[in-house]
């Protein structure tokens, strides 16, 4: 009976990994079917490649926990449906924005907030397992910072990209003509920090201690 759990859990884990693979690589190829803009798909779906890259390189060296990884997969899979029909025009956004009566496509605002809710628990994990931080406060702080700074860089990517290439600023940005765009999306960001870092918490803590257990 001991004998059979190990491999039941090993059995498990590869199934959720190719779920995980088949997910991502459907998606992108989806994604890189005919996109609205093929400059502004490269520039969206550029941050779910290099995240592959680098979860690959690490798999065996410092593996994630399950739930690190699954959140790690829904924010590029956010980024990839972005990218295929630009943030203005996913149709997620015009079916809200016409059943709430809003005034623009706030899927852009579904991006920012993964951009802080998912990198929360990248950074909690890696200060925890890392020893980076000891004191859960200090801790809770910093992550926080940490989330608003990737935040904060993406805005200026944005703005550089916008500078180089005028013809996708317009689709790469997103803004539909808000004076606070910039200031709204790292609001979102924030938001989403604060929240993986109070919803997610235990969960993220005893998946810790499974994976310390080997």
Not at 52 to 58: D, E, N, R, W, Y
Not at 74 to 98: K, Q, S
Not at 150 to 165: D, G, P, R
Request: hydrophobic share 55%; with cysteine.
């Amino acid at each position: 009976m001991t004998d059979r759990l190990p491999s039941r859990h090993q059995s498990q884990a590869r199934l959720l990994q190719w779920a995980w693979l088949a997910l991502f690589w459907g998606v992108l190829a989806w994604s890189a079917i005919a996109p609205r803009d093929r400059l502004t798909w490269w520039l969206e779906v550029a941050p779910a490649l290099a995240g592959f890259l680098v979860l690959v390189g690490t798999r065996r060296s410092f593996p994630l926990t399950p739930l690190a990884y699954t959140l790690v997969l829904l924010h590029c899979l956010i980024l990839m449906i972005g990218g295929h029909y630009t943030y203005a025009e996913v149709p997620l956004g015009d079916w809200l924005r016409d059943a709430l009566g809003q005034d623009r496509n706030n899927y852009d605002k579904l991006g920012h907030f993964a951009q802080g809710f998912v990198p929360a628990i990248l950074a909690r994990e890696l200060m925890i397992r890392l020893r980076i931080v000891l004191r859960p406060a200090w801790r809770g702080f910093l992550v926080a910072c940490v989330c608003l700074a990737i935040s904060a860089a993406y805005e200026l990517l944005e703005w550089a990209a916008a500078l180089v290439s005028a013809q996708a600023a317009d689709a790469f940005l997103g803004t539909q003509g808000y004076a606070w765009d910039t200031q709204s999306d790292m609001a979102f960001a924030l938001l989403g920090a604060l929240l993986a870092l109070v919803l997610l918490g235990r969960w993220h803590d005893r998946q810790l201690a499974r994976l310390s257990r080997g």
